[in-house]
């Protein structure tokens, strides 16, 4: 059984720091790929970065790249996205989400379970 659960996000000034994490409390991660998708206030859900099952394998949207990273740790059971170089359009509710498989990159139909997401507000 997979129930993602997203942590981390809050009220941050922009140029701040964030780390997003996303833990499971049954099985285990280490058999799916990961991928952070972000969705600001009227606006569509947009990709903002992925990571492969063996966590050898990254990808990051345009937007963020150079200030997010993604990470895991298959023995924690977690993945997560440090967030530097906060702007305020990075403003949106971040959601976690599996899929079965190595490897999905940016396409939000491969992936089978999603989080409840956490909020993260850049204040300007």
């Known amino acids: 059984q997979v129930q993602l659960v997203e942590s981390g996000g809050g009220l941050v000034q922009a140029g701040g720091s964030l780390r997003l994490s996303c833990a499971n409390s049954g099985r285990s991660l280490s058999s799916y790929a990961m991928a952070w998708f972000r969705q600001a206030p009227g606006k569509e859900r947009e990709f903002v970065s992925a990571i492969s099952r063996a966590g050898s394998l990254t990808s990051v949207a345009d937007s963020v790249k150079g200030r997010f990273t993604i990470s895991r740790d298959n023995a924690k059971n977690t993945v997560y996205l440090q967030m530097n170089s906060l702007k305020p359009e990075d403003t949106a509710v971040y959601y976690c989400?599996?899929?079965?498989?190595?490897?999905?990159?940016?396409?939000?139909?491969?992936?089978?379970?999603w989080g409840q997401g956490t909020r993260v507000t850049v204040s300007s």
């Open positions: 989400a599996a899929g079965s498989g190595s490897w999905f990159g940016d396409r939000p139909e491969r992936y089978n379970y």
